[in-house]
């Protein structure tokens, strides 16, 4: 459980104004795309703890749906071949799809392969990530656009009215954060 969620939301913010700059860079090293790797993973794992403790986001922000395109499969995914996207997916067709945030944040994290996408222009263009169990499936991409905005969502987001319910009969606790 969160208690200050401050301290979780002010590096969402600053990771949003990094991948900002990042996505207007004309060239990202090695190293930029190590940390951008490590920046993602830490930014989704802060999104998944504040929209799953009840009263740190909005409900408005936990129901946001992120856009994502999906590439289908061609063949089998193994740890020794994970990191050849362009023989294991058809990337020359994609299906685009709103996710949930939990679902994004759940395959970004538990991600079996996971690859930052630098633009023809040579700044971050978006990252390309599947799960363990859905490597076999489908690869996500999501614009680094959308995941900026997500981290802007989510670091901006101060409820100011929380309203809890108990139903007298079933016992069922209701909860409002607005």
């Known amino acids: 459980m969160i208690w200050e969620s401050e301290s979780w939301k002010t ?26 790797e490590r920046d993602i993973f830490i930014g989704f794992y802060s999104v998944r703890r504040l929209i799953e403790t009840p009263t740190k ?13 999906k590439f289908s499969n061609l ?20 299906n685009q799809e709103n996710r949930d945030i939990s679902f994004v944040c759940g395959r970004v994290i538990h991600s079996f392969i996971f690859a930052p996408c630098v633009s023809e222009e040579g700044g971050l263009g978006g990252v390309f990530f599947t799960s363990d169990l859905d490597k076999d499936k489908f690869l996500l991409f999501m614009d680094i656009d959308e995941v900026i905005a997500l981290f802007k969502a989510v670091g ?7 309203k809890s319910s108990r ?12």
Request: overall charge positive.
């Open 75 to 94: 063949k089998p995914v193994t740890w020794r071949n994970n990191h050849r996207l362009d023989s294991l997916y058809d990337l020359s067709k994609s």
């Open 156 to 162: 901006n987001d101060s409820p100011n009215l929380i």
């Open 57 to 69: 986001v909005t409900d408005q922000t936990r129901a946001m749906l992120l856009a994502v395109s």
């Open 167 to 178: 139903d007298p009969v079933t016992g069922v606790e209701t909860l409002i954060v607005k």
């Open 11 to 36: 590096p969402l913010l600053k990771l949003a104004k990094r991948f900002t700059s990042l996505k207007v860079s004309k060239e990202i090293s090695e190293d930029q795309l190590s940390q951008i």
